[in-house]
């Protein structure tokens, strides 16, 4: 299969590659410059030049290929408009596409608290307003489907894998105020799935996804302060309670925002059946994992680049409308 990468020198997007190109498929990634270009190459991926603030080379480069996946990190009005533009290009054409949403869209927020809700792929929710562009993106996709295009989302929650996840690098930058912060009570749960756990589940879902499918991501979950503990037993220090303003102060708005002061639990009965897909044995000690030669060097966190995506600490109380 001819598959373009749509995000390929991002995290997920760099094993993800990988991982197809090991299974035989003919890869390709979107490069913006020559470093990229260059990054792809070292991983044996060609590219497809271009840049999302201007799709129309990608989108010309479409008729070449099989499938798209887009994973992307960007604003989500961008993302909207984006897929709106790809979905329109590939309608006819009977051609894969997987779009990659987040589990950002099912957030309570807690301030530290736990939550009783865990959602299934087509559980009901109600999300917040500034993340509602991202349902609506997701809906659209699935129901590309009726246009002739073999369209499937994505959803994954906090990744994980190689000494890289925001909120775990953050725990060990709090280490620079004497003690290994959390938010509140610390009790608030977020699921979580290693990276190449995730890659799995889009070579599944390119080789058997149902059009108009969801799937979720994830292969254990675990609360704050337990992780707080650990990376405090790591490095002889001792844990802390803070508030959100703190937070804020210590990790950044956007990560004190969508990480610590949310619970976000997900289940993934409708990955597991129609994928067959089951995590690696291998991969589910999210714990071992804070151990991490990076993680361990981490002595200060760079300033968020979540901002514009995410917005303000209003924006996730307020409730919107309600989301399949």
């Not at 490069?31 to 990054?39: I, L, Q, V, W």
């Not at 291998?282 to 200060?300: G, N, Q, S, V």
């Amino acid at each position: 299969m001819r598959i373009l990468v749509i995000g390929a020198t991002g995290f997920v997007g760099g094993r993800l590659v990988r991982r197809l190109a090991d299974a035989g498929h003919e890869v390709a990634g979107l490069a913006r410059n020559e470093t990229a270009e260059k990054s792809l190459a070292d991983a044996g991926v060609s590219a497809v030049m271009g840049d999302l603030s201007n799709p129309e080379p990608m989108l010309r480069s479409l008729a070449r290929f099989d499938a798209v996946c887009f994973m992307p990190r960007i604003d989500f009005s961008q993302e909207s408009l984006v897929v709106k533009l790809l979905l329109d290009a590939l309608a006819g054409s009977g051609k894969l596409f997987i779009y990659t949403s987040g589990t950002g869209v099912l957030n309570h927020k807690t301030d530290g608290a736990w939550h009783e809700a865990s959602y299934a792929e087509d559980d009901a929710f109600t999300p917040f307003p500034r993340v509602a562009a991202r349902c609506d993106t997701e809906n659209w996709v699935r129901a590309a489907a009726g246009r002739g295009i073999h369209a499937m989302v994505v959803r994954p929650p906090l990744i994980w894998g190689y000494g890289t996840a925001r909120g775990l690098a953050a725990l060990h930058a709090s280490a620079r105020s004497g003690a290994i912060c959390y938010l509140g009570a610390g009790l608030n749960v977020m699921s979580s799935v290693h990276v190449d756990d995730l890659a799995d589940i889009y070579a599944l879902a390119l080789a058997r996804g149902v059009s108009g499918a969801l799937y979720h991501a994830v292969s254990g979950e675990t609360n704050w302060r337990s992780l707080a503990a650990e990376v405090a037993r790591l490095r002889g220090l001792p844990t802390r309670s803070i508030d959100f303003a703190e937070a804020q102060a210590l990790f950044g708005n956007a990560i004190a925002l969508v990480i610590f002061s949310v619970c976000s639990r997900i289940r993934c009965p409708r990955t597991r059946g129609e994928l067959g897909w089951t995590p690696n044995a291998d991969r589910l000690d999210i714990f071992a994992e804070l151990a991490h030669p990076k993680f361990m060097a981490i002595t200060d966190t760079r300033p968020d680049d979540l901002e514009y995506t995410y917005g303000t600490r209003a924006d996730l109380i307020a409730p919107g409308k309600r989301c399949n």
